[in-house]
């Protein structure tokens, strides 16, 4: 059980760039959550998906795009990376909702210069 | 709209001494309450949760934390730290959606 992955740990881009950050469970979790982390701010929820091919908004959605087309995956998606999008990157699973134990993922690096 | 406040960004202990974390909640219905622990370098880990079956509620590692409705406020215990505690600790509160407080760095000293 590798629980939580995410691709890549780091990641350098150009502002302007896009760039796909990979998340994937092998627990059949229904939600999945991706969260962006900043000093002193703790974690926001960007967005989540309560199951395959439904996705909604959480607290921080602009400028990140999400589809969950199978149960296992949900991709985050930067269209056109922006200085302001340099974070960590956690991606999380839970089997019922926020209200059951959520199992996050290593994190991604990501700067954008 | 929830919100988390996390009372200190940053406490030191000595090993052996009481730990206490302070978070305060606001929620608009009666909320699910959690504690996470992130080690360096790592995603965060559950240590427990209020979901109104128990005011007091127990956690893995010795960890605790006491739901208080009059104060809002749901803070984090442990008798005796540990070396091993060190770590970034955060309070989170899901009525709507899931939020979470900007974090507590706790130090143990030996």
């Known amino acids: 059980n590798a629980g939580v992955t995410q691709t890549p740990k780091f990641q350098v881009l150009k502002t302007g760039q896009s760039m796909t950050l990979q998340c994937a469970q092998d627990m059949n979790h229904e939600y999945m959550s991706w969260y962006r982390q900043d000093p002193g701010m703790g974690l926001r929820l960007i967005h989540y998906?309560?199951?395959?091919?439904?996705?909604d908004q959480g607290e921080v959605p602009n400028g990140y795009n999400v589809s969950r087309s199978t149960t296992e995956d949900f991709p985050l998606r930067l269209l056109s990376a922006a200085p302001s999008q340099t974070s960590v990157y956690f991606c999380?699973?839970?089997?019922?909702?926020?209200?059951?134990?959520?199992?996050f993922g290593p994190g991604t690096r990501l700067t954008v210069l | 709209a929830q919100s988390v406040t996390q009372l200190g960004s940053h406490v030191s202990v000595s090993e052996g001494a009481l730990v206490l974390l302070r978070c305060n909640y606001s929620s608009s219905v009666p909320p699910y309450l959690f504690w996470y622990v992130q080690y360096p370098n790592k995603g965060l880990q559950l240590l427990l949760k209020?979901?109104?079956?128990?005011?007091l509620v127990k956690g893995i590692n010795g960890f605790e934390a006491e739901f208080k409705k009059s104060e809002t406020s749901f803070h984090l215990t442990k008798p005796s730290a540990h070396m091993s505690d060190a770590a970034e600790y955060f309070c989170?509160?899901?009525?709507?959606?899931?939020?979470f407080g900007a974090g507590t760095r706790l130090t143990v000293k030996p």
């Open positions: 999380a699973s839970s089997q019922t909702g926020f209200t059951d134990t959520q199992y």
């Open positions: 998906s309560v199951g395959a091919g439904i996705t």
């Open positions: 209020y979901t109104s079956a128990a005011t």
């Open positions: 989170a509160v899901k009525s709507n959606d899931m939020r």
